[in-house]
């Protein structure tokens, strides 16, 4: 069976790979997702669905508003009150509004583009069929030069670097959007868009111009991640990405808050697995390889 990376795949392994086991090998969840994750995703979906129908944004916005949270019930929200899960649902189409009236017209291609494809070398064309590479284009949007990759980013405060020059996420969605014809293939122009949640709603790109370069350095480390996961090699990393880590109390060994946010279930299973001689007995029965995002 081919290892599929997908984007957050990858980036899960490269921030922490005890992180990737615990979410793709032993497919430990939260029991209710955090509300910072939530309204970023609804955020997502209203300004993806408002620059799609631009033209119809005051009736397609509140019924993609309203869609968008009937699939995400209270119960399955980190809430504390039913009033903050009200409060936070006008607020993300207010800010929505406000983003989209910030970014003007925009001429998207495609919204949520869905390409998978076998890992291949830009250089030389040799195709390893053991990996597939998977993303989700947030946006592919229209330039005088041909598509461009933009990935829309919900954060809390202007960020302080430019990162989409050396982002391996936007190198592999170049890479996806170029693929099969590198050789070809013009650089691709790639963007995250940051939609800034201050009190005053605000944008910023951070763009960038990649190419085969990046291709074979994407391709270097999709290849090395690959080996390793079929190795067995997962180990902590511990850092600022803790913060923010749903597996933190699992890790840190806090298990009154891993069973609140996990469950009893989740923090008998790790235990059985903490040591690599208990994981790799138990993971023929688990399948690290599966298809999630």
């Not at 067995?232 to 009154?256: A, E, T």
């Not at 609140?260 to 690290?288: C, H, I």
Request: proline share 6%; charged share 25%.
């Amino acid at each position: 069976m081919p290892l599929t990376l997908s984007k957050t795949k990858l980036m899960a392994y490269i921030s922490c790979p005890e992180k990737f086991r615990l979410r793709y090998g032993l497919r430990l969840k939260p029991l209710r997702d955090d509300p910072a994750l939530i309204e970023g995703r609804a955020i997502h979906h209203l300004v993806e669905s408002g620059l799609m129908y631009r033209d119809a944004i005051e009736d397609v916005l509140p019924v993609a508003n309203m869609r968008f949270w009937e699939s995400t019930p209270f119960e399955t929200c980190g809430y504390d009150t039913i009033e903050d899960y009200q409060h936070a649902q006008t607020r993300c189409l207010s800010d929505s509004i406000k983003f989209l009236e910030l970014i003007g017209p925009m001429p998207i291609l495609a919204v949520e583009k869905d390409i998978q494809v076998p890992l291949t070398h830009p250089f030389t064309g040799e195709v390893w069929d053991s990996i597939t590479i998977r993303g989700l284009i947030d946006l592919v949007s229209e330039t005088e030069s041909g598509p461009a990759v933009i990935d829309i980013k919900t954060v809390g405060r202007t960020p302080s670097m430019k990162m989409a020059a050396i982002s391996s996420e936007l190198a592999l969605y170049a890479y996806l959007l170029a693929y099969p014809d590198y050789w070809d293939a013009r650089p691709v122009e790639v963007a995250f868009l940051n939609l800034i949640r201050t009190k005053e709603p605000k944008i910023t790109y951070d763009k960038a111009v990649l190419g085969l370069d990046e291709f074979e350095n994407i391709v270097t480390t999709c290849r090395q991640v690959a080996a390793s996961i079929k190795l067995g090699h997962f180990w902590k990393n511990p850092g600022m990405q803790c913060g923010w880590c749903s597996y933190k109390s699992l890790c840190h060994g806090d298990k009154q808050t891993a069973v609140n946010m996990l469950g009893e279930y989740a923090w008998e299973f790790y235990q059985m697995t903490k040591d690599v001689v208990a994981y790799q007995q138990l993971s023929p029965t688990l399948n690290p390889h599966d298809q999630a995002a």
